[in-house]
């Protein structure tokens, strides 16, 4: 496959400029593209912890994110092997860049690390949606420091990152549809709840208590009243103004 002519001077001039940055720049970009997963790696571990305390469902999500993010590098590996783009730090002219040219075969079309980095942040996103103002800038900033050290094509990481943003929330929440029902099932086992948690407890008045979350309990304020009115307790159904004006007529006579 050919790169497109608007690609690759979009290349030279993002190559061009990450030249004149200053060397520390070059190191940070060339170590970052790498470390950025090792952060993701730990966001899942903390998603696993938090998962320990709700429900199976989102024990289900959490565990499913790494499944998902392999299913998203697998779609863009095998399509490399078809694809077959040589990399822009050979096939450019004069391509300047920072960090070392992969051997040849090593495909260019799609970027295997804006594929990870997408799906990574995607399958976050799907199971622990607060955490999404920092893992999807960090997934793009991660795509982009691919182009920025000089070994993909813009459109190479354009295209990895919709494949990871498409794939890996489509494989989770497929897997945890799968893993919600064996979570619930391990969770009664000793090993299974050290592992999986106990799950959410639900409180008196939540919907996991069979009522809307927050919704007001009336039956005992009424049971109270009736109680120090000297009335015996009424359903709640049919309380009226009559009905404790009448238990404070038969305790303190006529109202006047």
């Not at 709700?54 to 565990?63: I, N, P, S, T």
């Not at 051997?103 to 799907?126: E, Y």
């Not at 109270?224 to 709640?236: K, R, T």
Request: aromatic share 8%; hydrophobic share 55%.
């Amino acid at each position: 496959m050919q790169a497109p002519d608007f690609s690759a001077d979009l290349y030279r001039e993002v190559t061009d400029f990450a030249q004149g940055t200053p060397s520390w720049v070059h190191e940070v970009a060339d170590v970052g593209t790498d470390a950025g997963l090792l952060l993701f790696a730990v966001l899942f571990v903390a998603g696993w912890w938090r998962a320990r305390g709700l429900d199976a469902r989102a024990m289900g999500l959490a565990l499913a994110a790494p499944f998902a993010v392999v299913s998203a590098y697998l779609v863009s590996e095998v399509s490399k092997t078809f694809i077959e783009e040589e990399r822009p730090c050979r096939a450019v002219t004069g391509a300047v860049h920072i960090a070392a040219c992969p051997p040849q075969g090593d495909w260019s079309f799609p970027s295997n690390h804006a594929t990870i980095a997408a799906a990574s942040a995607a399958a976050i996103v799907v199971a622990w949606r607060a955490m999404a103002p920092l893992v999807l800038p960090l997934a793009a900033l991660m795509a982009f420091s691919r182009v920025f050290v000089g070994v993909h094509y813009p459109h190479d990481v354009a295209a990895g990152f919709l494949v990871g943003v498409v794939v890996a929330p489509l494989v989770a929440l497929v897997l945890m549809r799968a893993a919600a029902p064996l979570v619930g099932g391990l969770r009664g086992v000793p090993v299974g709840a050290v592992l999986l948690g106990r799950g959410a407890v639900a409180g008196a008045g939540s919907a996991g208590a069979g009522g809307p979350v927050g919704g007001p309990v009336m039956a005992e304020p009424h049971a109270g009243m009736g109680s120090m009115l000297g009335a015996a307790p009424l359903d709640e159904a049919s309380v009226t103004m009559p009905d404790v004006l009448g238990g404070v007529t038969r305790r303190q006579g006529p109202v006047p």
